[in-house]
């Protein structure tokens, strides 16, 4: 049976240490992707995430995009 998995969403982290710098995340909703950065939330391209994933700290995915 093939199962498919699906990105929904990514963590990544700039700064030095887990415990300095900034995390934010580019998540997925419906087919649209957005930047989460603290209260900022902003429309980026699929181009954006994939260029962001190679930082990826945590990447999320979805199995045949169901919770």
Do not use: E, F, P
Not at 20 to 29: D, I, K, R, V
Not at 33 to 46: E, G, P, R
Not at 55 to 61: G, P, Q, V, W
Request: proline content about 0%; hydrophobic content about 40%; charged content about 15%.
């Amino acid at each position: 049976m093939k199962v498919n998995y699906q990105l929904s969403a990514v963590l990544i982290h700039n700064g030095w240490s887990a415990t300095s710098g900034n995390y934010y995340t580019l998540a997925m909703s419906g087919q649209t992707w957005y930047l989460c950065d603290d209260a900022d939330i902003a429309q980026i391209s699929t181009d954006d995430v994939l260029n962001a994933s190679a930082a990826a700290y945590l990447c999320m995915y979805l199995r045949d995009g169901k919770l």
